[in-house]
T-cell receptor, first 112, second 111 residues
């Protein structure tokens, strides 16, 4: 069975600063993918970044980077230079065995 | 390129009724997944269809069923609605890649 744990219900960050959102996972699948999605108050789910379990390098997409530590089963999202528009819910998810399991999410508040 | 669309946007049903939600996948995508998102929670995986066959299912009872059509559009059917079925229902399509494209969702309210 797969499981995602996001221990931060809410986070505050000052505009232009970096923030790390935590995600730990558990899975018995030897091959899996890890994702981060953003969900603004409007409700749509926006794909941010992906990390494959066999990828040697940490994934980066613009201001987003994924700090992947396989031995620790963690996949933290780092947002650099936060913007007011980054205020949203952020979900970590794991895909494997034809299932995608999401965490409970972290609500990020960016302060001006 | 057309994105993922869902219909209807909002729906109100009475306990015990049946409902059908529809999803039109992004052009060229052969895989669709359905999720239930209760208020304040993360999406819960219902099931996934690949080329018209269900190939993955979450912990949902059989009264949640689905179909995927040859054009890769999809339906989610829920029978015997319960109050706890009130949620945002999301579908997501993909084409044998890791990136899922989500639709805007259908907000279902069961009274």
């Amino acid at each position: 069975a797969q499981k995602i744990t996001q221990t931060q219900p809410g986070m505050f960050v000052q505009e232009k600063e970096a923030v790390t959102l935590d995600c730990t996972y558990d899975t018995s699948d030897p091959s899996y993918g890890l994702f981060w999605y953003k969900q603004p108050s409007s409700g749509e789910m926006i794909f941010l970044i992906y990390q494959g379990s066999y990828d040697q390098q940490n994934a980066t997409e613009g201001r987003y980077s994924l700090n992947f530590q396989k031995a620790r089963k963690s996949a933290n999202l780092v947002i650099s230079a936060s913007q007011l528009g980054d205020s949203a819910m952020y979900f970590c998810a794991i895909e494997g065995g034809f299932k995608t399991i999401f965490g409970a999410g972290t609500r990020l508040f960016v302060k001006a | 390129e057309t994105g993922v669309t869902q219909s209807p946007t909002h729906l109100i049903k009475t306990r015990g009724q049946q409902v059908t939600l529809r999803c039109s996948s992004q052009s060229g995508h052969n895989t669709v997944s359905w999720y239930q998102q209760a208020l304040g929670q993360g999406p819960q995986f219902i099931f996934q269809y690949y080329r018209e066959e269900e190939n993955g299912r979450g912990n949902f009872p059989p009264r949640f069923s689905g179909l995927q059509f040859p054009n890769y559009s999809s339906e989610l059917n829920v029978n015997a609605l319960e109050l706890d079925d009130s949620a945002l229902y999301l579908c997501a399509s993909s084409q044998e890649t890791y990136e899922q494209y989500f639709g805007p969702g259908t907000r279902l309210t069961v009274t």
